[in-house]
Each structure stands twice: as structure tokens, then as C-alpha cells.
């Protein structure tokens, strides 16, 4: 059974990079039928796509956060990554990382809280 | 504020059907037939539920199901029980490897 979980800081300051890692199992991240992303959800409020990425290095992100993220993957490790810099307090979320197949989000990890706070 | 537009709680008794709506655009629910369900109880990950307007993953019980028509997709949980009390997020394909949300609907089992 495919697992996905996400690990990193919990508290990153103002204008510093958050950075976290979606660990997979029970699967492998380099399959050539699905692609890796990130969505978060600030409290309070709904869900939002973050980007993904293809094993073959392609990356799609959302336009509104583009200027800001950087998606990466090990592939020996099974691992994907997520980088978003110039933090806000708005960038404040649950941080979840799933897998992408039929156009859509399955399975998703069980979230990694970030507070942007100095 | 959220892309897609739904009621934020809905409620029904046990053994009752109730639906949530999501009304987006012609850009995303409009045009893709890749709208998709969530089912997110805190704490946990969300599920997919639907997936493809309709199209039900293996092991969701048949008691959920979903439709569209124009720029509105609807679910509709059937024969409603305790456990399916939860949040539901809507979302669909908006193009260009871009998807958006809904704001989510809190569903109460009475």
C-alpha cells in the first residue's frame, strides 16, 4: 500500500525558506505513470495546489506561488521536495504532499503543519 | 477566497441523502471532466472519493457518488452514516498542470 509522509521544521521565520519532504512508500516515485505534488491549507480556509513533478524532472506550478517554489525529487531515496522561499505569515498551512494519477490527488500524506512566525 | 464556490456546512439524519454543490467556471468544471472529491476528517489524510466527475476509487462505498452540469459538480452522499462526517473538498483540472479548490463543506450526521 502506496504511504506518503511529509517531514520538516515546523516554524520558519520571515522571509526564510521553508523547506519540507514527502517520504513515499511502498512505491516508487520514479513510475512513469504518475506525477508528485504539494497542496496546502492555510487555517481556516481551503485547500490549495502548490505544484508537481514528473520523474523526468518536469515541474508544474501553480502560477500565483511560481516566483516563489521549487519542487525536487531523489529518486534514491524515494523522496520529493518542496522549497518555498520569502515566507509570509500567509504562507502559514498544513503542508500535505500526494500523488497525482487520473487528474487527481491520490493518496495524500497526513500533513505537516509549518507556522511562518519569528 | 476559494476558486471553487461551495455551501460551507451541510447536514443530514442517518439514513438520509444529502448533496454538496461546487460551482466553479467555464476554465475549469465547465470545460475538464476531471473534477474529484476529497473527504477529509482532521487530523487525517484526505480521500479521494471521486474522481473524473463520477468515477468512484476502489473500496469507497457506493453509497457516494457525483455528477457536473455546466460549471456545478455535485455529491451526493446516500444512506448517510455516522462515519462519513467530515469535511469535503471539491476540486478540478484547470488546465496548463493546474488544478483549484473549493473551500470546503463541514458534513453533519444528526
Known amino acids: 500500500q502506496l504511504q506518503l509522509q511529509e517531514s520538516g521544521p515546523g516554524l520558519v521565520k520571515p522571509s526564510e525558506t521553508l523547506s519540507l519532504t514527502c517520504t513515499v512508500s511502498g512505491g516508487s516515485i520514479s513510475s512513469t505513470n504518475y506525477f508528485w505534488g504539494w497542496l496546502r491549507q492555510p487555517p481556516g480556509k481551503g485547500l490549495e495546489y502548490i505544484g508537481t513533478?514528473?520523474?523526468?524532472?518536469?515541474?508544474y506550478y501553480n502560477p500565483s506561488l511560481k516566483s516563489r517554489v521549487t519542487i525536487s525529487m531523489d529518486t534514491s531515496k524515494n523522496q520529493f521536495s518542496l522549497m518555498v522561499s520569502s515566507v509570509t505569515a500567509a504562507d502559514t498551512a498544513v503542508y500535505y504532499c500526494?500523488?497525482?494519477?487520473?487528474?487527481?490527488?491520490?493518496?495524500w500524506g497526513q500533513g505537516t503543519l509549518v507556522t511562518v512566525s519569528s | 477566497q476559494s476558486a471553487l464556490t461551495q455551501p460551507p456546512s451541510a447536514s443530514g439524519s442517518p439514513g438520509q441523502s444529502v448533496t454538496i454543490s461546487c460551482t466553479g467556471t467555464?476554465?475549469?468544471?465547465?470545460?475538464?471532466?476531471?473534477v474529484s472529491w476529497y473527504q477529509h476528517h482532521p487530523g487525517k489524510a484526505p480521500k479521494l472519493v471521486i474522481y473524473?466527475?463520477?468515477q468512484r476509487p476502489s473500496g469507497v462505498p457506493d453509497r457516494f457518488s457525483g455528477s457536473r452540469s455546466g460549471n456545478t459538480a455535485s455529491l451526493t452522499v446516500s444512506g448517510l452514516q455516522a462515519e462519513d462526517e467530515a469535511d469535503y473538498y471539491c476540486?478540478?483540472?484547470?488546465?496548463?498542470?493546474?488544478?483549484?479548490f473549493g473551500g470546503g463543506t463541514k458534513l453533519t450526521v444528526l
Open positions: 513533478m514528473y520523474y523526468s524532472g518536469s515541474t
Open positions: 467555464s476554465s475549469d468544471i465547465g470545460t475538464y471532466y476531471y
Open positions: 500526494a500523488r497525482t494519477s487520473n487528474l487527481s490527488f491520490d493518496p
Open positions: 473524473e466527475v463520477s
Open positions: 476540486s478540478s483540472y484547470a488546465g496548463s498542470n493546474n488544478w483549484v
